[in-house]
C-alpha cells in the first residue's frame, strides 16, 4: 500500500488524493457517489465518462439507459485508453466524471466546451474557494447547480483495504446549457452510502 496511507503503522483515512504508481491521481470513484448524481439529475442523450478508471463510474451511468462512452489517458484496462481530455477531439451530449486532482480547472474548460448539454464533475467543495476561480470559472461560465454531498465520500487507491472515513468535502459540479448564468445550491440527501453499500 502507498506509504501516504501510514502513519506510525497505523492506517490513516485520507484527506488528499495523492497520486499512484499506476497513473497520475487514480482514485476509484465509489459506486454510491455515482448513484448520487443519476437520481438528482436528469441525463437525456449519450454520456461520456472522460477519466473512467476501471469503469467504476461507468457502470453506474449505464443505468441511466443512455449510451455510454467511456475513455482515459492511461490503460487501466476500461475504456479507450490514450485520450487526452484536456485536447478533446469529440463533442457529447453529456460528459460525466471525477477528474484527476491536479487537472480540475482544465476538465471544467474542456468540459464546457464539449459538451452539448450537460457537463458534470466530482469535486472538492472548496474548489468553489480561490480568487483565479472566481475571476475565471465562476464568473465567465458558473456551474448551473452544486450538489453538496451529505456524507462523506473516502476515496481508496486501487487494492487498498476500504476502512476508515474520509475528512474532505465533496460535490457534483454541474454545468447546464440550458441554465447557465446563475448556481443553484442543492445538497444530496443522505443514504445512498448505505442503500448501495454493495457497490461501494
Known amino acids: 500500500m502507498d506509504a501516504t496511507y501510514q502513519i506510525n503503522g497505523s492506517y490513516k483515512p485520507t484527506n488528499k488524493r495523492f497520486a499512484d504508481l ?89 468540459g464546457v466546451k464539449a459538451a452539448s448539454s450537460k457537463f458534470a464533475l466530482l469535486l472538492r467543495l472548496a474548489f468553489l474557494e480561490g480568487v483565479n476561480r472566481q475571476r475565471t470559472i465562476f464568473t465567465e461560465v458558473p456551474p448551473s447547480r452544486v450538489w453538496v454531498f451529505s456524507e462523506r465520500i473516502t476515496f481508496y487507491p486501487a ?26 445550491l442543492n445538497w444530496i440527501q443522505p443514504g445512498f452510502k448505505a442503500r448501495y453499500s454493495s457497490g461501494t
Open 159 to 184: 487494492g487498498a483495504v476500504k476502512k476508515g472515513s474520509g475528512t474532505t468535502a465533496y460535490a457534483w459540479f454541474v454545468w447546464d446549457k440550458d441554465a447557465l448564468g446563475s448556481c443553484e
Open 22 to 110: 499506476s497513473g497520475p491521481d487514480y482514485f476509484p470513484t465509489p459506486k454510491w457517489a455515482t448513484y448520487a448524481l443519476i437520481e438528482s439529475e436528469k441525463f437525456v442523450g449519450d454520456i461520456w465518462e472522460c477519466a473512467c478508471g476501471d469503469g467504476a463510474m461507468s457502470s453506474v451511468l449505464e443505468k441511466t439507459g443512455e449510451k455510454v462512452f467511456s475513455s482515459d489517458l492511461y490503460d487501466r484496462g476500461y475504456g479507450e485508453a490514450g485520450v487526452d481530455f484536456l485536447s478533446p477531439n469529440r463533442i457529447s451530449q453529456n460528459i460525466v466524471t471525477n477528474p484527476p486532482y491536479n487537472s480540475a480547472e482544465g476538465f471544467v474548460r474542456s
